[in-house]
Nanobody
Framework: QLQASGGGLVQAGVSLRLSCTIS????????VGWFRQAPGEERKFVAG????????TYADSVKGRFTVSRDGALKMVWLQMNSLKPEDTAVYYC??????????????????WGLGTLVTVSS
């Protein structure tokens, strides 16, 4: 139901925008989160947004550089990534959760996951 896209190979310092397409909104799709998984590491929360109110939450590592947004009519969520660093290299996933009032950072709170998109940032 979700598909992330927009990844690629970029140099440090540039910007990249990831897209998450939601094919079908359900009654329990109330927030969308972005996660990333670097080689050999656990999948970690990056940013997320509640569907109705647009409340945003960010991991400390991306605050001030990444911006999450959504369009209900298009059923899409974007992750604008600026000032990319080599440590941002990872496979990025979008996921849907049922929380309406906040964006959880725990992977367990998300029940729908899309295929990831690889972001590689070279130094």
């Amino acid at each position: 139901q979700l598909q992330a896209s927009g990844g690629g190979l970029v140099q440090a310092g540039v910007s990249l925008r990831l897209s998450c397409t939601i094919s079908q909104l359900t009654t329990d799709t109330n927030c969308v989160g972005w996660f990333r998984q670097a080689p050999g590491e656990e999948r970690k929360f990056v940013a997320g947004i509640t569907w109705r109110s647009g409340r945003r939450t960010y991991a400390d590592s991306v605050k001030g550089r990444f911006t999450v947004s959504r369009d209900g009519a298009l059923k899409m969520v974007w992750l604008q990534m600026n000032s990319l660093k080599p440590e941002d290299t990872a496979v990025y996933y979008c996921a849907a959760g049922s929380n309406s009032y906040s964006v959880p950072s725990s992977r367990d709170a998300y029940h729908y996951w899309g295929l990831g998109t690889l972001v590689t940032v070279s130094s």
